[in-house]
């Protein structure tokens, strides 16, 4: 169940939301929510993806929290132009293959 | 036949730059039932091509699933069910390798002194065994690149490394 809350905005963004609400006919707090919950994600995103790239989490760990697949972990790391946080230590550090 | 046990991320890679048919037949690739799962369950195979040679592999036995048995481990670096059980599993097993290209899994492998190694250099390492051309592993590390999103310095390094490989065998064959 939704519930309610207040924030304050500038003036000059509460005016621009209300254009657009206007010209596409939105409920302006149904229309404010959707905007709030994409930002929310993708910071929510953006803050797992930092502690991914600090190795304080597990490629695995931001699967969780986000709800993802390993695929779509790799999907999402080439869509924002992310690298996987292995350093160039773990390279020269990894063992050799028995033959 | 050497061991490795894999975690999720180094099963993805090596199914994306398309040689985990060719370590399944020169390595006993062993996988914790959980990263099975992370990787090859249903829903995944549908939706992934390559989680379908995983599972096509798993079926076929050349990909093993085993247990690391009830044990959890006692460290201060927390990891996924998977991943735990990936490191877990490579230290019960004693000889295996840990084989992971995630930057929290190989701290803790480090951690507990299991060696590891990361898909580029499984790479390299099966071109200097003979078990790819220099073609194809050249070919899986800029796969690893582009797809696997490593970095720029690591791939770089690894082709440097692969091109001294192949200088070293030709300036061999000169030799003798």
Redesign the interface.
Known sequence: MAKPTTIRIPEDLLNEIDQIVQELKLDRSAYLREVLRKGFSMDKQDRLFEKYNR???????V??ELGW???EF?AQ??AKN???????E?????????? | MPLMVADSSALILLAKCGLLEIVCDFFDVVVPAAVNIEVASEKMVKNYPDAALISVLTSKGAIKIQSPGSDRLSMPISLHKGEEEALLLAIKLGRALLATDDGKAIKAARFFNVPFIVTPKIVVELFRLKKISFKKARESLEKLGKIGRYSPEIIADALIMLMEKENGKANNHKDT
Do not use: I, T
């Not at chain 1, 992310?82 to 160039?88: K, M």
């Open positions: 190795r304080e989490l597990s490629q695995m760990e699967c969780e697949s390993p695929w790799l790391l080439k992310f690298h996987l946080n292995v350093d160039l773990d390279w020269l550090d990894a063992a050799a293959l028995e033959g």
